[in-house]
């Protein structure tokens, strides 16, 4: 079945580091990916679109990229603050118009 | 705020409890879904509306009924629900279905515990 998967891990890093998150896609080829980030008790809010042939996107701090070889996407936090602590989630659209998503991973920026 | 209102918050219900969950969108989008969000699980899509009509049923059981009264609104409405129903219930909105700009806006969700 398709699928998106994300490292179930939590991410634990200092601030001023660079964040980066990972998301892979199983038994089909999405045409693009999204990343959303939700904090506890709040659904998800939508960060970034990348499609499938731009090799990266960035928005001020943020970066992704999106690797059809390696059926993967990354997600990068640069100068990470506590503040970005947060569980991000990647989706991709399927060969009908449902957007899956990973189950998310819990990144924590130490002080 | 999203554009997305939910209520309620929170509900806590017995197996034998009727309740509705309301979802509000003001960004005068096309598109609504129901969304369940299960502890470490992924998000799994339950129904989608797009302009008022039902495109999805996920095999989601019948203790759950949906409605869509017009654009912008979406209720959900539970019976006869069993513990393992428990999650965090939500609803989100797009501009339109399936399109390759699509971005979901989502509420803040219903946390449900049912006992």
């Known amino acids: 079945s398709q699928k998106i998967e994300q490292n179930s891990e939590a991410l634990n890093i200092q601030e001023g580091k660079t964040a980066t998150l990972t998301c892979n896609y199983t038994?089909?080829?999405?045409?693009?990916l999204q990343w959303y980030r939700q904090d506890p008790g709040r659904g998800p809010v939508f960060l970034l679109l990348?499609?499938?042939?731009?090799k990266e996107k960035r928005k001020e701090r943020l970066k992704v990229t999106f690797d059809t070889t390696l059926k993967q996407s990354l997600f990068h936090i640069t100068a990470s603050q506590p503040a970005d602590s947060a569980t991000y989630l990647c989706a991709g659209m399927d060969s009908s118009y449902k957007l899956i998503f990973g189950s998310g991973t819990r990144l924590l920026v130490r002080p | 705020e999203t554009g997305v209102t939910q209520t309620p918050r929170h509900l806590v219900m017995g197996m034998t409890n009727k309740k509705s969950l309301k979802c509000e969108q003001h960004?005068?989008?096309?598109?609504m879904y129901w969304y369940k969000q299960s502890a470490k699980k992924p998000l799994e899509l339950m129904f989608v509306?797009?302009?008022?009509?039902?495109?999805e049923n996920n095999s989601v059981p019948s203790r759950f009924s949906p409605e869509c009264p017009n654009s912008s609104h979406l209720f959900l409405h539970l019976h006869t629900l069993q513990p393992e129903d428990s999650a965090l219930y939500l609803c989100?909105?797009?501009?339109?279905?399936?399109?390759?700009?699509?971005?979901?806006?989502f509420g803040s969700g219903t946390q449900l515990s049912v006992l």
């Open positions: 960004l005068g989008h096309n598109a």
């Open positions: 038994n089909y080829s999405p045409a693009y």
């Open positions: 509306y797009s302009l008022e009509e039902r495109v």
């Open positions: 990348i499609r499938e042939n731009e």
């Open positions: 989100a909105s797009s501009q339109d279905l399936g399109g390759a700009n699509e971005k979901l806006f």
